[in-house]
């Protein structure tokens, strides 16, 4: 009884023993539509697309593919800022739409942007209960709010305004 409580309240956010019959109980609402991912070696690799010159940035891309590293293939992570990234090759995701908000292209090739992004891109390297976080309605609203005053802020936070204002970014040479 007080298992099925427990469970109840945290509304499928993770895995709970009972310990009355050895068996897990997983409450599973509908939080995203990520939240069932199943991945095959039939369906596409998830694609995320982000910029290798954001310090910001790259440290957390680096976290994640050390999360994947015995998964190989399972993400592949796009550098946008390099010379050769063309957004035809990924859904129509331009450089300029790239560097405004996170992109995340889906193993169903579905594109997604901003928090979303960041709930498939977790799933895809084993951190779904982070990205069903995320995507909770009483958690969205503020993931949204902050996410947005990130990505508006992130080349000032960063040092990279002044070489962002026209076209691509550049690495600053001193």
Known sequence: MFCNVRA???SG?????????SRAIRVTPA????QHRTFSSESEDVKVLYDGLCPICVTEIRFLQF???DKPGKVDFID???PGYDGEKYK???YEMAMGEMHVIDEKNEVHCGVPAFAVMYSAVGLGWLGRFMM??????FMDKSYT?????????????DECTTGRCEKKTN
């Open 149 to 161: 005053i990130f990505a508006k802020n992130r080349l000032k936070w960063t040092g990279r305004g």
């Open 80 to 82: 946008i800022s390099l």
């Open 136 to 141: 909770w309605p009483p958690v969205r609203p």
């Open 31 to 34: 939080l995203c539509r990520h």
């Open 13 to 21: 956010l993770v895995r709970l023993p009972t310990f009355a019959n």
């Open 8 to 10: 109840g309240l945290v």
């Open 92 to 94: 129509g995701v331009s």
């Open 67 to 69: 999360l994947q590293r």
